[in-house]
């Protein structure tokens, strides 16, 4: 009797890791994803490393998404890594490229005439939107690798966890890891 039973424990066994395995990768791939960010081109609303992030797929592939929301998306000149970017222009918007790039307090003056940020503009095709990161200094985004595909957004980040602070609130209250909602910072005027 042992000698039945244990095959059919082992196959019911796998069976069931089997089926949590496909359960698992269908959350995490169409309902919700919480991954690690790294990198400084967030700042201050992402802590350059020790954050994790939120990510609702709900709004993937940009269904829903308006200007001022923070998304997670596939980086589209390595797709091997993701990004996490503010949408900064939506389709039709027309967009300064970067007026930073003609700015004589970072820039030669002969770079900025070079470069003439204030007078390159783009208008985003359908289909696409442009991200830049928070910290315009330290991020690769759309001025670098122009418009962002739809296709390549994975979802919205709505909350982040700073993990490396411990259990309390900058302010000592307690909360599960310094749990913060990401919100959207857009003024329309």
């Known amino acids: 009797m042992v000698l039945v039973d244990s095959p059919r424990f082992l196959a019911s066994t796998i069976s069931w890791t089997l089926k949590a395995g496909c359960v698992v990768h269908l959350v995490h791939e169409f309902v919700y994803e919480f991954t690690e960010t790294r990198g400084e081109s967030m700042l201050p609303t992402l802590q350059p490393k ?60 002969s770079s900025c005439v070079y470069h003439d940020g204030f007078n390159k503009y783009i208008k985003v095709p359908e289909g696409h939107v ?16 122009s418009v962002l595909p739809m296709a390549l957004i994975k979802g919205k980040i709505v909350a982040a966890n700073s993990m490396d ?8 209250s307690f909360w599960f890891w310094n749990f913060r909602w990401i919100t959207n910072t857009f003024v329309s005027e």
């Not at 442009?130 to 690798?145: A, E, M």
């Not at 602070?165 to 000592?172: A, P, Q, T, Y």
């Open 165 to 172: 602070k411990g259990l309390r609130n900058s302010d000592g």
């Open 50 to 109: 020790h954050d994790y992030v939120h990510a609702l797929k709900k709004y993937r592939l940009g269904k829903g998404l308006k200007i001022g929301d923070c998304i997670v998306a596939t980086k589209p000149s390595d797709p091997d890594q993701r990004v996490c970017k503010r949408i900064t222009g939506m389709p039709g918007d027309i967009i300064l490229i970067d007026p930073s790039s003609s700015s004589e307090l970072t820039n030669s003056p």
């Open 130 to 145: 442009w991200v830049t990161g928070d910290n315009l200094c330290h991020s690769l985004d759309s001025r670098s690798y």
